[in-house]
């Protein structure tokens, strides 16, 4: 599965911006998919996730704030990020996993400016 991530960019604080992963794959047949982010300094963490089946996950600090959402028709994960803070800023990953595999997209850079 190859996936190819899109839509970061420079933001200032309070800002919206939506990311995508497009996946080369029918994502209905993946276990999940799932958004991470890795800032400067800092350890890659996880954003959120959707299953196959439609349930959704997120860090507890970006509810609210973050959606994610999909696509099947056209095999695209998105991530809707909202009221976005300078913290914000990192390069975020998205993944695809199933029982067996994992597949990571090249990662698209978010900057929100003060």
């Known amino acids: 599965v190859q996936l190819q991530a899109s839509g970061g960019g420079l933001v200032q604080t309070e800002g919206s911006l939506r990311l995508s992963c497009a996946a080369s794959a029918n994502i209905s047949s993946i276990n999940a998919m799932d958004w991470f982010r890795q800032a400067p300094g800092k350890q890659r963490e996880l954003v959120a996730s959707i299953t196959s089946g439609g349930r959704t996950i997120y860090a507890d600090s970006l509810k609210g704030r973050f959606t994610i959402s999909r696509d099947i028709v056209k095999n695209t994960v998105y991530l809707q990020m909202n009221n976005l803070r300078p913290e914000d800023t990192a390069m975020y990953y998205c993944?695809?996993?199933?029982?067996?595999?994992?597949?990571w997209g090249q990662g698209t850079l978010v900057t929100v400016s003060s």
């Open positions: 993944r695809a996993w199933t029982i067996t595999n994992e597949y």
